[in-house]
């Protein structure tokens, strides 16, 4: 059966037009203004902007921590980025030290095949660089992974300046594209033995633990790294006014080097670890929520283009069992929030509605720009014949409140509780198939895994 949708505004990076879309076999095959509707399923958007499905390239979905394991798996997480309109995601399949990246890649499929509700890949996240990983980089891109992760902060996952100089060169090679998480990992060690020393030990001296210059100095030094290797890099979850300059820094150099941020970094803030009680684990992740001061310096770079993609780092864990792990001692929190379901609606709400970005740069930051430099374009990311049918029918007059009792996320609180927005997927399709109305499930378990290319470097 084809499904044609009718009346709707096309929303994409470039421009915004009215026209009609005609998907068949799970691909857009027509974007003309008044298809006919003979033999067609008609889907009337009256009203409505069509995006291109969201596409959430930062996740952390059925995630072992070595303590505890986050509440949401690939089950909830994927039924709570769909009934959101993210219909990718991409995950970080993560090397055990000592081991094999084509296990760890085998432990992630597992995870993920066949309960999965939006379509899906995986970044491999590199702890252990030796000459067998540097052999299996080849193996992954066969795979269809080609992208990478290494991490400047927790024992357990970082990689040294040297490792990463040999990694950034190989990744080059085939043309993939490495992110990292930059935090100077000695000195948030550091910080945190001297919080604990001096029994300061609630959850308000978890950002003053993990300051912004522990951030800005760790993508200075991944800049520069990236610089002797001389390859295009990509900088995560970007919390601060001062990593920003560093990364503007090495843009002026003449580096290609790309900025993703998360909804929490525009739209919360550092008072919320000053709440009574232990309320304020809830808002413990890392980086941590920034100063007022910092969530300004991200909106007028996002206003400016210097920001190329909005995720989430999705990483649910409930505050009760889980959150207060960390009731005598803010390091013994888990780190991490969960978003994956309310990232649209939050960045439609405080960025397009309040006039801090246009519906074509959400259109870029929200879906094309990562389906461009995670090798998906133009499989995915962008509403153009021969694409896969993956299309948000939005709602832009939809009025509503965020309430963990009426989410899809599997975690008992969201940091956005209350949060009155504008804006809603009044309909999701996901290869052709209608999978959510009116932001409800109505058809799970649909998604699929995506052999991905090498990286496009826009």
């Not at 084509?102 to 066949?114: E, M, R, S, T």
């Not at 000053?274 to 992740?285: R, S």
Request: aromatic fraction near 10%; charge should be negative; charged fraction near 25%.
């Amino acid at each position: 059966m084809k499904t044609l949708i009718k009346n709707g505004k096309v929303v994409t990076p470039q421009n915004s037009f009215f026209a009609d879309l005609l998907l068949e076999d799970g691909k857009i095959t027509a974007v003309e203004a008044n298809l006919p509707e003979e033999g067609c399923q008609v889907y009337d958007a009256s009203g409505c902007l069509l995006f291109p499905g969201f596409i959430d390239a930062h996740t952390h979905l059925d995630m072992d921590n070595g303590v505890t394991v986050t509440a949401d798996n690939f089950y909830t997480g994927t039924r709570a980025a769909i009934a959101g309109g993210t219909t990718c995601l991409l995950d970080f399949a993560t090397q055990d030290k000592g081991d094999t990246l084509q296990n760890a890649l085998k432990v992630w499929h597992k995870k993920a095949d066949g309960n999965s509700s939006c379509d899906y890949g995986f970044h491999m996240a590199i702890t252990d660089w030796n000459s067998r990983t540097q052999a299996e980089i080849g193996e992954m891109v066969k795979a269809g992974v080609t992208s990478f992760k290494f991490y400047l902060a927790y024992d357990a996952l970082r990689v040294t300046d040297g490792e990463l100089y040999q990694a950034l060169k190989r990744i080059g090679e085939v043309h993939g594209i490495a992110g990292v998480h930059c935090e100077n990992g000695d000195l948030v060690n550091e910080l945190i033995r001297e919080n604990r020393e001096q029994g300061n030990l609630s959850p308000k001296y978890h950002p003053l633990s993990r300051p912004d210059y522990v951030e800005a100095e760790a993508i200075a030094r991944f800049c520069y790294i990236a610089e002797a290797a001389n390859v295009p890099i990509h900088i995560v979850h970007l919390s601060t006014a001062a990593g920003l300059e560093e990364a503007k820094r090495a843009r002026a150099r003449g580096q290609k080097v790309y900025i993703e941020s998360c909804p929490q970094y525009f739209t919360l803030d550092d008072h919320l670890y000053n709440l009574p009680g232990f309320e304020g684990a809830k808002y413990v992740c890392s980086p941590p929520l920034r100063s007022v001061q910092d969530q300004q310096a991200l909106w007028n770079a996002l206003g400016k283009g210097q920001i190329d993609s909005i995720s989430t780092d999705h990483c649910s864990f409930c505050q009760k069992g889980q959150k207060e792990l960390g009731l005598e001692d803010f390091s013994k929190i888990p780190n991490g929030m969960p978003g994956i379901e309310h990232r649209p609606v939050m960045m439609y709400t405080y960025g397009v509605a309040q006039g801090r970005m246009t519906e074509n740069q959400m259109a870029g930051l929200l879906s094309e720009n990562a389906a461009r430099l995670f090798g998906m374009y133009p499989q995915k990311g962008t509403i153009a014949v021969g694409s896969d049918g993956d299309i948000v029918v939005w709602d832009p007059k939809a009025h509503w409140t965020i309430s963990a009792k009426e989410m899809e996320q599997r975690v008992d609180y969201t940091p956005y509780e209350g949060v009155q927005v504008i804006g809603r997927p009044k309909a999701v399709f996901l290869r052709g198939k209608q999978v959510v109305e009116d932001g409800k499930v109505i058809l799970e378990g649909q998604g699929t895994y995506i052999h991905r290319k090498e990286s496009e470097y826009f």
